[in-house]
Nanobody, 121 residues
């Protein structure tokens, strides 16, 4: 059974930093596409960043995604946080889709339960 467990969500002041973790159980960590999404209240879930199965680290603006195969864990480091970054953050795994610039929710097969990030103004 595949299970994704996020952690690291917190309340931080604007300008702060935070690192989220996602521990993955029940699948081969090296052979899939991984991603982070977020969903703010009243808004649709949106993609933040993804990592293909041969990549170890990628940066998109203020967000850096990385993974540690030995720990079956992926990370999302967020810098210079803004109030508009407030959302529930989800990690996700796709068995078949590559990492693309525009992340599509339906491309991802497994999801975590989400971890809350709140950025104060």
């Amino acid at each position: 059974q595949v299970q994704l467990v996020e952690s690291g969500g917190d309340t931080v002041p604007a300008g702060g930093s935070l690192r989220l973790s996602c521990k993955i159980y029940g699948l081969s960590f090296e052979e899939h596409t991984f991603a982070w999404f977020r969903q703010a209240p009243g808004k649709e879930r949106e993609g933040v960043v993804c990592l293909g199965y041969r990549a170890w680290k990628t940066t998109k603006g203020r967000f850096t995604m990385s993974r540690n195969n030995d720990k079956d864990t992926m990370y999302l480091a967020m810098d210079s946080l803004k109030p508009e970054d407030t959302a529930l953050y989800y990690c996700a795994v796709s068995e078949t889709s590559p990492c693309t610039e525009d992340l599509v929710v339906s491309d991802y097969d497994y999801w975590g339960q989400g971890t809350q990030v709140t950025v104060g103004s």
